[in-house]
């Protein structure tokens, strides 16, 4: 007679805000899921509904409460987890029927919630998870955290007292992680963290055994050591320290994609200190110059906030001067809003709403004028393309300046013979503001 399994509780998860996030999330799921947990696709379905927030912007807080409150709607068995665990009370307040709600990375916390709300029925048989892990992104790519928290305190930002300070993974168990997700089908890794640049500052005496040699905890040792595992290597969220002058080198020699996202945030002296950025007295315009010398197809992402109290017009306008002269490739810009519990709220001379937007509207329509100029100059060219998407005859992917989600795509006509994770040869025949339109090189 054979044997019935018990069904196992479903989980269903919304994960809101970055990449961080998203790979929290993904460590919850693999944990409940080697625990026998299903997963759910759809609220109807769960048994319980996790809700991964974001807290860093007053904007993020609010979109979390929205999802909380939808959760709660349509399945009413929810347990809050994320950046906004830190306001509990706010969440309970609104939504006193939360089952749960816990803090940002509290891994055992949040599984110990769910396995006291939907106990798994005993069996020795419901608990297979495959060996990188269940994933929120396509099988092709894959986000690698390296550390948690940070040890700045600007003025602006919170995560600090959401994370806390810097701790990073020892080197080993990264490269290990890595080298699980590219065995499972990842040809890019996405390497982030709340300052890339800072990895290993904490257990910098530290080293570790990899394959028969030390790997020291530092962003260049890290990043060799990963450009020989995968194809694709990706460093997000990097600050323009000096150290990162030799991560460089190793663009140029194809082990890792020449791609630095780098937060400037702005490029007024006086707005720099008022915000108390890192590395604002560091010759940045130089050090571009240098390392395009170094990698001359290195792509350069960048994020800036306007209308941070007390930014005059001039300093706005040094911002744009600033921009016309570093012609980063990809720019984001965003608004400045007061976050409960930063130290910028407190700072004199707020900026209208009226000249935020004007101010963004500007810095916007620059910087696409940048990003326009400097994607017709790659019609022409042939470049490598990895396969995001493919349709009946044309497929979707993404040059190596271009990270999922935030950056451009390249559209490809007679793809359809193409399969998602291909790195292909591409010539370039079209261009517009942000993507780049192509075909297939034969082999």
């Known amino acids: 007679m054979a044997t019935k399994l018990p069904e196992s509780p479903r989980i269903g998860m919304v994960s809101l805000g ?14 409940l899921r080697s625990d026998g947990y299903a997963m759910s696709p759809d609220y109807q379905g769960a048994d319980i ?13 609010e979109e979390s409460l929205e999802a909380i409150g939808e959760a709660i709607a349509e399945n009413g068995r929810v347990i809050v987890t994320g950046c906004m665990g830190k306001e509990a009370e706010v969440i309970r307040a609104r939504f006193p029927g939360v089952l749960a709600v816990t803090g940002a990375h509290q891994y ?72 699980k997700l590219v065995e499972a089908g990842t040809k890019e890794l996405l390497v982030i963290s709340q300052d890339t640049s800072a990895y290993g500052v904490d257990i910098r005496k530290e080293p570790r055994m990899w394959k028969g040699q030390e790997v020291v905890p530092h962003m260049t040792d890290l990043a060799r050591e990963l450009g020989k595992i995968a194809p694709w290597v990706r460093l997000h969220y990097v600050y323009p320290y000096p150290h990162v002058d030799q ?18 945030q702005h490029a007024s002296p006086a707005v720099l200190r008022r915000m108390r950025r890192p590395a604002n007295e560091a010759k940045v315009l130089e050090r571009l110059r240098g390392w395009r010398e170094i990698a001359p197809d290195i792509t350069i992402r960048s994020t800036f906030v306007v209308g941070f109290p007390g930014e005059t017009e001039e300093d706005f306008q040094y911002l744009l001067d600033w921009l016309d002269e570093a012609q980063l490739d990809r720019v984001g810009a965003f608004r400045f809003e007061p976050v409960e519990g930063a130290s910028a709220n407190a700072l004199p001379d707020p900026v209208p709403e009226e000249v935020k937007e004007e101010r963004y509207a500007r ?37 190596q300046a271009d990270a999922p989600e935030i950056d ?33 090189v034969s082999a």
């Open 18 to 31: 970055c990449p961080k996030n998203l790979v929290d999330s993904e460590r919850i799921l693999t944990k």
């Open 247 to 264: 991560v460089i080198p190793l663009m140029a020699e194809g082990l890792v994609l020449p791609y630095l996202d780098i937060p400037f």
């Open 363 to 399: 810095v916007m329509e620059k910087t696409a004028a940048i990003s326009a100029a400097k994607l017709q100059a790659k019609i022409g060219r042939t470049l490598e393309v990895i396969i995001d998407e493919v349709g009946d005859d044309g497929a979707t992917g993404r040059s």
């Open 108 to 179: 055992e916390e949040v599984v110990g919630a769910v396995h006291e709300a939907a106990p798994m029925p005993p069996s020795p048989f419901v608990n297979l998870v495959p060996d990188a892990g269940l994933k929120l992104t396509p099988r092709h790519y894959s986000y690698l955290k390296i550390s948690e928290g940070c040890n700045h305190r600007c003025a602006f930002c919170i995560i600090p007292s959401l994370r806390g300070d810097l701790v990073s993974r020892r080197p080993d168990a990264i490269l290990r992680e890595a080298e």
């Open 49 to 61: 509904v996790l809700v991964n927030t974001c807290g860093f912007l007053d904007s993020a807080k």
């Open 408 to 440: 451009g795509e390249v559209f490809l006509r007679d793809a359809g013979h193409l399969k998602q994770g291909d790195i292909v040869k591409v010539a370039i025949e079209d261009a517009d503001d942000h993507d780049l339109y192509g075909v297939p």
